[in-house]
């Protein structure tokens, strides 16, 4: 059983930067990624970006947030940040981390453990 924990999530202003948490619950030794996708009220869920535990640590990226987002892991690889810079009012939204056994992909269909969410809203 995999479980996932979100934090870091708030209310900032467009141009300011804000780090989110994802703490990973999954037993050892067990090749996994975790994404981080989000959702926007009207909107369908859209990813955002994604990385592998293996050595390679091979991330993935949204076009919409290339340079200005990026996931890493902590030492253990218990805990996966996403540092976003530069903030826009379109990156308002519910942002979620999702786990799938496996290397990383940008479809949420193949993620099988979500979280609850955190909120992100950017405001002018």
């Known amino acids: 059983q995999v479980q996932l924990v979100e934090s870091g999530g708030g209310l900032v202003r467009a141009g300011d930067s804000l780090r989110l948490s994802c703490a990973v619950s999954v037993r050892a030794g067990v090749s996994h990624a975790v994404g981080w996708f989000r959702q926007s009220p009207g909107k369908e869920r859209e990813f955002v970006a994604s990385i592998w535990n293996g050595n390679s640590g091979a991330d993935y990226y949204a076009d919409s947030v290339k340079g200005r987002v990026t996931i890493s892991r902590d030492h253990t690889g218990d805990t996966i940040y996403l540092q976003m810079k530069a903030l826009k009012l379109e990156d308002t939204g519910t942002y979620f981390c999702?786990?799938?056994?496996?290397?990383?992909?940008?479809?949420?269909?193949?993620?099988?453990?979500w979280g609850q969410g955190t909120q992100v809203t950017v405001s002018s």
């Open positions: 999702a786990a799938r056994l496996g290397r990383a992909t940008m479809d949420s269909a193949s993620y099988q453990y």
